[in-house]
């Protein structure tokens, strides 16, 4: 039996590479268990499994998939019990975002950074097209700097056109296995081809929607970009909100609010109306960013629902 890794998955095949680098079509032994939660695909892009090679058959069999360190899941549809598996064994989430041409907003941002903190999956952010960043752009560009680095996130700032910063962005990816978002036109596919010039992919084209009777069935693909660097383009980051948090446990996934509720009077604390809340008093001070504790709110009382601020 030989340990590969799934990189590609289309219908029923799945391509496992192995240690060589060497890439093996293989299907499912019929009675493979999958431990867990219940999914609508039983293995997904970045499990690592067990294989074997059946002479004169030009495709493998997979017998076990190992233990997950971490995977990104999402509702199989909006009101379904079921989850779809987008990516396991994720080593970082890379979110490459522009302030102009497109915009991302702040509370995109930090939704995305909510999903990965709840999946334990270490997020940096990449600024690219900082050589746009004059007059007022400038300004909003040290505060989202500043905003999430003072969160805790690794924030670099990148430009193609200056070329800056590119071996920087070459060497978060090294070893390591990413997956990487943002909206379209921001550039990832740029980046990628400025480090990884023979690679010509396109980087969020990967959705691959069809439709099997009400299921919405979409696949994420690995590339290897350089030996043992690997990223891994997902589809719709749109999934990425679809898994269910608990609000009073939404706090837990912004790092500063997180570390600042240890000071709060009440140990059940909601940081919104509180007497001798910490977090509140933080924002009041410019502690914790006004702009992460609003995301903190929407998300908390949902889009549909007004919420109260303190402020
Ligand atoms: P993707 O959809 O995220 O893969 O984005 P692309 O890589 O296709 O880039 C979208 C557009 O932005 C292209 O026209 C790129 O030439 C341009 N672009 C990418 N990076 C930069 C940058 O650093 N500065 C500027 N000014 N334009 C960039
Ligand atoms: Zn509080």
Known sequence: MNEGLIIKVTGNIYTVRDISG???PCVIKGNLRVKGFKSTNPIAVGDKVLYSKVSGDSKGIIHQILDRKN?????????????????????????????????????????????CEAFRIPAIIVINKVDLYEGQWHQKFKDLKEIYTS?????????????????????????????????????????????????????????QYHRAGLHTTSYSQMYEIFKHTFIIDTPGIKGFGLIDIEKNELYHFFPEIFKTSKSCKFHNCTHIHEPGCAVIEAVKHDKIAFSRYNSYLNIYFDENEKYRSPF
Request: glycine content about 6%; proline content about 2%; overall charge neutral.
């Open 71 to 115: 995977y990104i899941i999402r509702k199989a549809t909006k009101l379904s019990k079921q989850y779809h598996i987008i990516a396991s064994n994720v080593d970082q989430a890379i979110l490459v975002v522009t302030l102009i041409e497109p915009l991302t907003t702040f509370e995109f941002i930090d939704r995305y950074l909510v999903s």
């Open 22 to 24: 060497e890439t093996i």
């Open 151 to 207: 969160a805790g996130y690794i924030c670099i700032e990148t430009s193609i056109v200056n070329g800056i910063n590119l071996s920087a962005f070459k060497d978060i990816l090294q070893n390591k296995v990413s997956v990487l978002n943002g909206h379209s036109g921001v550039g990832k596919s740029s980046l990628i081809k400025a480090i990884a010039p023979q690679l010509d992919i396109k980087i969020g084209e990967i959705s």
